[in-house]
């Protein structure tokens, strides 16, 4: 079922989607972090493929290291917009990504602090913003061919208010707080006039928000040195179903989470040869600490009682990523930039049984200019483009059918569906439905563009 309801406490757009298996399965949710994450946070940092955890310094910080913030240059608002495009495949079917695009906003100011705190204190916004809504959440099969590292994680609000503070002359820390809404409430459906299924959804939106922390420090005039932490971030889902069919009351309970993002921990160098720096940035984080995109169900059946689903165990992996980017000044007012990233991929290669869950490990490359004007006054204009290209490595999928009464997770294998009948040849050998059998091959790329202007107050 699909709603896309009114929601308690003034948020009148997320979109819940949920897809049940025999009313009673398990479901893959899609959603697993930001927009800011999978493509970067302004066309700066976007086009040197997100490296810059010891060099950011404008309202990007808010996201690659708070620390940044306080390096910020007087007053600035920055607004644009990026998108994406998929040549994502699974066998020969292109996947497309769902709000591919999105409008950029920053802000960053010197806090109006006097004395000793004179133009130590910075403070920061970093939002990502959906044309048309909040969030939102898709739950799958499980046995969907889909790539969840890509397809959902381009839907949802970004919304980052930071600090950076100077501490000496070498030394900066800084913090943000990630937020978003979580959701809980109910579903009634019932019959309706027409004896279509009608249902009404009310959901409770409350916040919640996670750390990023970092700092940076200055050994040498020309070397900066810098660290960041993300925590762990989630959106929890629960929603208590209350549905009427033929008379009959069927009660559906369904937790899960989306949106999410590992424990994340970075480090960056720079080297900053007068007009130019070059930036490497090395990261890890925590995909083996996930507890995988799936609903789970529970119900209460009349004349059967209750229920609950049984969700594959995914063993995820924890990643590492490397970024290196550099920028140089070629003419007075252009900026020349240019990165490459690489990350592995947090989904188990290997997947013999229902999951179908498509990715590899990626490689980004990225390129960008920087146009900078002074106006009157002496308040400076600059506009950033960039583009990138991710480029995820293919991977084939084999499938295993488990022999008859041997025991195993469904992650590790599928079961004959049908049981052989000697009078009846069509039940004879394996009856497979997994979309992945006997196997499949996946892979591709993802397009990225935007632009961003900035503004000096």
């Given at each position: 079922m699909s709603n896309a309801p009114p929601v308690r406490g003034g948020h009148r757009h997320v979109l819940v989607v949920v897809a049940l298996v025999g009313g009673v399965g398990g479901a893959a949710g899609t959603s697993h972090a930001n927009p800011a994450e999978v493509f970067g946070l302004g066309s700066r940092r976007a086009g040197?493929?997100?490296a810059g955890i010891a060099t950011v310094d404008d309202f990007a910080?808010?996201?690659?290291?708070?620390?940044?913030?306080?390096?910020?240059?007087g007053k600035a608002v920055t607004f644009g917009g990026q998108g994406a495009v998929s040549n994502l495949r699974v066998d020969d079917r292109r996947l497309p990504l769902s709000d591919p695009a999105g409008a950029i906003v920053g802000l960053v100011a010197p806090a109006p602090l006097g004395g000793p705190l004179a133009d130590r204190v910075h403070i920061?916004?970093?939002?990502?913003?959906?044309p048309g809504g909040i969030a939102r959440i898709v739950a799958r099969v499980p046995s969907e061919p889909f790539y969840p590292y890509y397809q959902g994680r381009t839907e949802r609000i970004v919304i980052l208010p930071g600090v950076g503070v100077r501490l000496t002359d070498r030394l900066e820390v800084g913090a943000t707080a990630n937020f978003l809404a979580g959701l809980g409430g109910g579903i009634q459906a019932g019959e309706g006039a027409t004896r279509a299924l009608e249902a009404r959804v009310d959901e409770k939106v409350p916040t919640i928000a996670r750390v990023i922390a970092g700092a940076t420090w200055s050994p040498l005039e020309q070397l900066r040195v810098g660290a960041v932490f993300r925590q762990r971030f989630e959106v929890p889902f629960a929603t208590a179903a209350e549905i009427e069919v033929a008379g009959e009351p069927i009660d559906l309970d369904l937790r899960a989470t989306g949106q999410f993002t590992p424990t994340t921990f970075g480090a960056g160098v720079a080297w900053l040869p007068g007009a130019a720096e070059v930036s490497l940035d090395l990261s890890y984080a925590r995909w083996s600490a996930y507890s995988g995109p799936f609903v789970a169900v529970k119900s209460a059946l009349p004349l059967v009682g209750p229920l609950a689903a049984e969700l594959p165990t995914v063993p995820w992996k924890d990643t590492f990523a490397a970024r290196l980017g550099a920028e140089a000044t070629i003419a007075p007012g252009v900026i020349l930039?240019?990165?490459y990233g690489f990350e592995t991929s947090p989904v188990p290669a290997h997947q013999p049984g229902v999951t179908n869950l498509l990715d590899g490990n990626k490689h980004t490359v990225a390129a960008g200019i920087g146009l900078v004007q002074v106006r009157a006054g002496g308040k400076a204009v600059?506009?950033?483009?960039?583009?990138?290209?991710?480029?995820?490595?293919?991977?084939?999928?084999?499938?295993?059918?488990f022999a008859a009464g041997e025991d195993g997770d469904s992650f590790d294998g599928l079961r004959d569906e049908v049981i052989d009948d000697p009078a009846v040849p069509a039940t004879q050998g394996a009856q497979i439905s997994n979309p992945g059998y006997p196997g499949l091959d996946a892979?591709?790329?993802?397009?990225?563009?935007?632009?961003?202007v900035e503004l000096e107050l």
């Open positions: 040197q493929a997100g910080a808010t996201l690659i290291n708070p620390a940044g913030l306080a390096r910020s240059h920061g916004l970093g939002m990502y913003v959906l930039r240019g990165g600059r506009i950033d483009l960039h583009a990138q290209a991710q480029l995820v490595q293919g991977r084939r999928i084999d499938k295993r059918i892979g591709g790329q993802v397009f990225a563009g935007g632009l961003t």
